[in-house]
């Protein structure tokens, strides 16, 4: 059952400039989908379109299917209501989503009276509960603290509390560990999966780290240029990938979890991701890839075979035109 389904997704800047470009893609109920791509590829703005949280300057058009209803034919009223309660999000800076005017426990009980209508003292008694489950020590404690007196692992689990705090049925999580401490991020994913585990609900995971998509996620996809340009399971995408650019993802991740190579030269992708307004027409990724012919000054359609889609005029198990494969 298709649970959140975006459609023809475009987030434009002033004068048209298109930072997302035509993204499409499904998520199962409870099942749980990488997002992955450099910064720059549009992961963050997909997932802000998705919750109707963009800057008023940017406009996003397409459609965001939450079920049978089209969240961007609804009222704001009505995306209120959905937001925080069946759709939930976790910010990749939790100091810049917390208010630092208000203790902890009242930001994780404010969701819970405005959404699930408690009053004062049950929202407290409610977000102490939450804050013991996200593993905050002393949680009566800390329901009294301020978020700039709590560290930052400390902070990403009060918003983890928030998320969760409503029951919802799809969580967006971007890049929740990248502010963190390197010894903090593998505990406070741990708990990110027991969360999501718990609750049975779906997960959009936006993340750099591979590692953590293979062991989270049941599908994967690629982002690049503001376009998606591959998707399909976790399992095929990361150890057969289709698109030249999930697989230069997948070599620069695998060289940093393992041992250094002898030469002590670590495999990088060619140049680095343009400016928005910067990247070449065709396929996005046509400047930095190693297999660009002619053809790429063409944009190639996401195509496959119902599991898995790319978007490349040569993936990789097709020889490239005029090479031989001997």
Known sequence: MTLLSVRDL???APGGLALVDGVSLDIEKG???????????????????????????????????????????????????????????????PMMALNPTMRVGKQVGETLR????????????????????????DPQRCAMMYPHELSGGQRQRVMMAIAISCDPDVVL???????????VQR???????????????????ITHDLAVVSEMCDRVVTMYGGRVVEVGPAARMLTSPAHPYTEALLE??????????????????????PAA??????????????????????TPPLAG????????????????AGTSTR
Not at 254 to 266: E, H, Q, T, W, Y
């Open 31 to 93: 099942e749980r989908v990488g997002l992955i791509g450099e910064s720059g590829s549009g992961k963050s703005l997909t997932a802000l379109a998705v919750m109707g949280l963009l800057g008023e300057e940017l406009k996003a058009t397409g459609h965001v299917f939450f079920g049978n209803e089209d969240l961007f034919a609804a009222s704001e009223r009505r995306r209120c209501q959905l937001r925080g309660d069946a759709i939930s999000m976790i910010f990749q800076e």
């Open 173 to 183: 999580a971007d890049e929740p560990t990248t502010a963190l401490d390197v010894t």
């Open 277 to 298: 307004g910067a990247f070449p027409t065709g396929c996005p990724f046509r400047d930095r890839c190693p297999r660009r012919t002619e053809a790429c000054e063409v």
């Open 10 to 12: 475009t987030v434009s």
């Open 305 to 320: 075979d119902g599991t898995h889609a790319v978007a490349c005029w040569w993936p990789i198990a097709q020889p490239v």
């Open 114 to 137: 405005i959404h699930r209508g408690l009053g004062r003292r049950a929202a407290a008694r409610a977000a102490v509960d939450l804050l013991g489950r996200v593993e905050l020590p």
């Open 252 to 273: 620069t991740s695998l060289a940093v979890s393992v041992d250094a190579p002898s030469d002590g030269v670590l495999p990088a992708i060619a140049g680095s991701v």
């Open 187 to 205: 505990r406070v994913l741990e708990l990110l999966d027991r969360l999501v585990a718990e609750e049975h609900c779906a997960l959009l995971l």
